[in-house]
């Protein structure tokens, strides 16, 4: 396809968001032909969200995509469903990536069903109207900004629920292995992500892209004009790597592997050496940038905290603590100290104390920590009891969602249900939720 050939040309050039964002426009251009011939065009919105919404999509991104849409339809009318396929069934054609639909509902349903997730909120902050009825738009604009606004004292607990939940990365190859992850390693596109969300809940950045993003911070002194450069550079060349991988791939490879590496190092004119040389140089930069501003924001939440606080966070941290000490925080009625030990922890016994200080604060009417139950889903050490515990959370308006799919997707899990003994009805959960 010319247009691919194009695009192909301009990071080839040098310029890998300028090629991304080409890509975004032609995955919208794909979404508003299929929403005009549709007939519900005035009945609904249809919005790129999370790196789509941003403009940073690659040729096999998943594209996620949310419909919003006014009292006339519903979740399953038969348009709807007819319309989801013709879109998924479009950018195929294109041979783009994959569709995953965000969510589906009124403006007022997807904005409360998200407020209780980190993940979905943070994700609200990205979104761009494709096609569709733009007062709709417009309408769950607003509301997301009125749902979402938060005080001075809740920008730092999010961003400290940030720091631990950018921590599930920590397991992927990072930039200086043998087969480093260009997305999810250190000092791939999710370092990179973080810095957005930080300028977007902190610094209120109206920039839509993550040059936009990185000027914003540079302007609040958060990264020198140093800093500033190597993180735009380094992002140029990872969306570049990543879009010359996607291009040569038949799907999402974002592996550095020796495959991946002779592939490229050949249609890119260069030398294999040259590949792991440049991107390690480039990812090594935004890591280090990013490490010292997450240890900032540490420092000045541990400074606002107190000093009682932060020691606690210490032990928390220290794999040396004893148990007993580990089970009190646990159950602690500090939410922040539950959620340091559900990440940190790697004792079943622990975790399942986590559990139950969670019951706790719900029965003293503080409600359930939203990012304390993903925590719990994520750990691989959690155990049998307390994921079931999880998947029996009612889903009505998807703010569980995304803690039953990270149930779901534990290794942990999928080890679990290849043992003949197993619980039938944790299967069925399962079985329900995939």
Known sequence: MQEKANIRGIYLAGDGVQASR?????????????????????????????????????????????????RALSPGDERMEKLKKELSQQCEKYGLGDLSCFGVGTDKFITSSSKFSLT???????????????QI??????????????????????????LF?????????RFDSDEPDIKKGRGGLRDMQFLIQLAKIKYKSGGRGVMECIKDLEQHNVVTADES???????????????????????????LD???????????????????????EHARNIYEIVRRVKRQIRSDI??????????????????????????????????FLRLGVAWNSEDPEILRNVMEGEKTAKSKGDGYYWSVLFALAHNRHTSIGVYDWLLDFNDAGNPYRKIHIEVVRNPTVTKLLKDATISPTFKEKVDRIT
């Not at 939940?165 to 190859?173: K, S």
């Open 229 to 255: 450069k190597k993180l735009q550079d380094g992002i140029n060349h990872i969306l570049t790597i990543r879009n010359e991988l996607h291009f040569q791939f038949s799907q999402e490879k974002d592996n």
């Open 165 to 173: 939940i950018y921590r599930r990365f920590r397991d992927y190859a």
């Open 22 to 70: 080409h890509i975004t426009s032609l995955a919208a251009r794909i979404v508003a032909n299929v929403v005009s011939n549709s007939g519900l065009s005035d009945h609904l919105a249809v919005t790129l969200v999370g790196s789509s919404g941003r403009g940073e999509m690659c040729f096999k991104s998943d594209i996620d995509y949310m419909i919003l849409h006014d």
């Open 137 to 162: 738009y417009d309408e769950f604009k607003d509301n997301v900004r009125r749902e979402f606004a938060v005080s001075p004292r809740e920008v730092e607990d999010t961003l400290l629920d940030m």
């Open 258 to 280: 020796a495959v991946a590496v002779s592939t490229i190092s050949k249609t890119m004119n260069t030398t294999e050496e040259e590949i792991l040389t440049r991107y390690r």
């Open 302 to 335: 541990e400074h606002s905290q107190g000093p009682r606080w932060t020691e606690a966070l210490k032990q928390i941290e220290d794999p040396e603590t004893p148990r007993e000490e580990m089970i009190a925080y646990a159950k602690s009625s500090n939410k």
């Open 120 to 134: 979905d909120r943070l994700v609200l902050d990205d979104t761009y109207l494709a096609a569709g009825n733009q």
